[in-house]
């Protein structure tokens, strides 16, 4: 069973950045998916960007341009680089790993964009 601990959010001002991590607990080199998600306060659950095993990305129109996912296998690690941050970024971000048809997901950590 995969374990994912996020880490790195917080207060920012809007323009601002920040990076957020997710270590798992074992090694991702084999982790076909991972991806960051994000909650809103009274909406649902919404895709932000994920990254293959082959490090192929996807990301929300919402955050193209300003956001970069990425991984490192030696590391364990997965990150979400936000850049040019808006208000409609806050949000509890969540990372996942889709691996051996399961799907693990991270407590999460609370991002806050100040206008």
């Known amino acids: 069973q995969v374990q994912l601990v996020e880490s790195g959010g917080g207060l920012v001002q809007a323009g601002g950045s920040l990076r957020l991590s997710c270590a798992a607990s074992?090694?991702?080199?084999?982790?076909?998916?991972m991806g960051w998600y994000r909650q809103a306060p009274g909406k649902q659950r919404e895709l932000v960007a994920t990254?293959?095993?082959?490090?192929?990305?996807n990301y929300a129109d919402s955050v193209k341009g300003r956001f970069t996912i990425s991984r490192d296998n030696a590391k364990n690690t997965m990150y979400l680089q936000m850049n040019k941050m808006k208000s409609e970024d806050t949000g509890v971000y969540y990372c996942n790993a889709y691996s051996s048809g399961k799907l693990y997901w991270g407590q999460g950590t609370q991002v806050t964009v100040s206008s």
């Open positions: 990254i293959t095993k082959g490090d192929i990305t």
């Open positions: 074992e090694s991702i080199f084999s982790i076909n998916v």
